[in-house]
Each structure stands twice: as C-alpha cells, then as structure tokens.
C-alpha cells in the first residue's frame, strides 16, 4: 500500500461519518491507458502527488502527504496544489458517483486557515450537492493533518452523458472503478 494510502477504517475527518467509516478503495482504471500522466492521481508521474481515492457512502475521500517541494511560503502548502486537490477528488465524484466524465468549468477555493505542512497528512473530501442539465456542482473540502477545515470549494463540472464520455474523454465507466 502507497504511503499516500489509507490503512485504517476509523474517520478522523470533521464530517458527519460517525465514529467508524467503511471506505471502498476505488481502483485507478486510467492506469493503463496509452498517454495518462495525470499529476494527482497517476503512480507513474515522477514529480506528481501520487494520490489514492476511496468512496464512504456518496463522498471520495483521500488522504495525501504534502512535501516541501509543494510549499508557497515556508512550511504553508502553496494554494494552487490545494485548489489542484479539491479539482482532482471533485473528478473522482464524476466518475465514481456520477458515473461519467466532464471538465471543470468553475473553482470557487475559499482559503480559511493556512495549510502546515509539518502537520502531516491532509484529508480531502468531495460530495455532488447539485446536477443541473450538464452542470454538476461538487462541495469539496481540506483538512490539515490535525482534523481542521483549511479549504473549502465549490467545484463544477461540465459532465457529458456517459456514452459521450466514453468515446471522447476515455472515460472507461463506473464499473471499472470498483473492479
């Protein structure tokens, strides 16, 4: 298991997931495909972040251990990484959830507290609150390696039908996910 795993089944995070949470490792069914070096979630990527999802109910959630190299000012994760995260676990909510593929057309980051790397892991999570015709809009959130909110965003994404999604962006279907 990556060091960017989660291990365990007890939730840690300011959520509403009571005090034990049954989390679904999702499989990365991108990883074979010709081309795919996506710098969040792809293990090949030699400068990327190497990330892991997993669903608990409707929400992704994942859990990533923030370097150095990733810093804005010292020890403080630089806020284009975290906008970078809530886009990414908000792509897995398409995929796993939705059950399709889509681009993002609007970030809305709200930075609350200042994101310190040496408090260790963070923990991401993303949940659909609303799907208007071809508009998904997910609630994304970061919490630092002590449990606190420090980001929050809404993200929305263009979705396609899947059929579409499939035969234009690779999307490989919901299925694969959970293989």
Same mark, same amino acid.
């Given at each position: 298991m990556? =060091?960017?795993?989660?291990n ?9 997931c ?8 999702? #499989? ?5 495909? #010709?081309? /795919? $070096?996506?710098?969040v979630?792809?293990?090949? $990527?030699? *400068? ?5 999802? /997993? ?9 990533? #251990? +923030? ?6 000012? +010292?020890? *403080?994760?630089h806020?284009?990484? =975290? ?7 908000a792509?897995?909510?398409? /995929? ?8 993002t ?6 930075y609350?507290? +200042? ?17 208007? #015709? ?14 606190t909110l ?8 263009y979705?396609?039908p ?8 690779h999307? +490989? ?7």
């Amino acid at each position: 298991m990556s =060091q960017n795993s989660l291990n365990y089944e007890k939730c840690d995070l300011k959520q509403n997931c009571g005090e034990y949470s049954v989390m679904k490792k999702l #499989k990365n069914p991108f990883v074979d495909q #010709k081309g /795919y $070096n996506c710098f969040v979630c792809s293990p090949r $990527n030699a *400068v990327g972040l190497h990330l892991d999802f /997993y669903l608990d109910g409707d929400v992704i959630k994942a859990r990533w #251990k +923030p370097e150095d190299q990733y810093q804005g000012y +010292p020890n *403080v994760l630089h806020g284009g990484i =975290q906008a970078t995260l809530l886009d990414e676990v908000a792509s897995w909510a398409v /995929y796993a959830v939705a059950g399709t593929g889509g681009v993002t057309s609007r970030i809305n980051v709200q930075y609350k507290k +200042p994101v310190l790397i040496d408090k260790g892991e963070i923990s991401l999570t993303a949940e659909i609150i609303e799907h208007k #015709k071809r508009i998904m809009s997910m609630q994304t959130r970061l919490y630092d390696g002590g449990g606190t909110l420090c980001t929050e965003g809404v993200v929305d994404y263009y979705v396609y039908p899947e059929e579409v999604a499939r035969a234009k962006m690779h999307y +490989p279907g919901k299925e694969a996910f959970f293989k």
